[in-house]
């Protein structure tokens, strides 16, 4: 709906009944995760980019703290990613389900989605902040990276979804993504030898449909980044010329 990021002072854009709506901002990967659940679910919805520099007030209406992914629907309001994808994997049909239906196994992935976001996510923000000269940080990630391609060992799968990807896949993705794009930007080696499975791992991953729909080009991500790091916060640039990503 919104290609724009829309910030204070900005109208409210008209929600029609019946229309599942989500806040959004392209380079935000919270948001990403829900964006992604929502295409392989294949569940049709609107976006709305929202401007988290100078935010409009009737995003803050929705989520006091201002963050994004909000999910509107028929006067209903959820945010905070995992919830939201929680939210729409049980209320809305779609192609499938991406959420294991063994409460087990659904609370294993629970238990590896905490070890990501303690230690791969958290790290990642420090070490980009950083420009990688935050070593405690550079290890701790590393450490935790070390983990995940045990578990996927363990597993045995293609996917920690299994030979399909699901609601795990997707809500680790957006990083794993942003890793992907530092390794071919600033040439250096993440997935190397180390971490065999999950750079086999991520190279399937890139063939899958939701994370084509969601992918970030590595040019504005950059010129985010950089925006970012400045304290600018410029959301919105010119596309650049489509090129492969593999």
Not at 44 to 67: I, M, Q, S
Not at 70 to 87: I, Q, R, T
Not at 157 to 163: D, M, N
Not at 192 to 203: A, D, T, V
């Amino acid at each position: 709906m919104s290609e724009k990021h829309l910030a204070r002072g900005s109208a409210f854009p008209p929600l029609k009944d019946g229309t599942i709506r989500l806040y959004s901002m392209r380079y935000c990967p919270f948001a990403q995760r829900s964006r992604l659940a929502l295409a392989a679910r294949g569940i049709e919805y609107e976006t709305v980019n929202c401007d988290l520099k100078r935010k409009a007030e009737w995003l803050l209406e929705r989520n006091p703290k201002g963050l994004v992914p909000v999910l509107e629907h028929d006067g209903k309001v959820v945010f905070e990613s995992l919830v939201v994808n929680d939210y729409l994997d049980e209320v809305f049909p779609g192609k499938r389900t991406l959420n294991p239906k063994d409460p087990y196994q659904k609370a294993r992935d629970s238990l590896i989605i905490d070890l990501f976001s303690s230690q791969v996510s958290a790290n990642f923000i420090k070490v980009m902040r950083s420009h990688g000269e935050d070593v405690k940080s550079v290890n701790k990630l590393s450490a935790g990276l070390r983990k995940l391609e045990a578990e996927l060992k363990k597993r045995g799968t293609t996917y920690f979804g299994g030979s399909k990807p699901g609601m795990l896949d997707y809500n680790m993705w957006p990083w794993f993504e942003r890793l992907y794009q530092t390794e071919n930007i600033r040439s250096v080696i993440i997935f190397g030898e180390n971490l065999p499975l999950l750079k086999i791992y991520i190279e399937n991953m890139m063939l899958d449909e939701a994370v084509k729909a969601t992918w970030t080009p590595p040019e504005l991500m950059m010129k985010f980044s950089l925006s970012y790091s400045s304290g600018q916060f410029q959301y919105d640039f010119d596309e650049p010329v489509p090129q492969s990503k593999l």
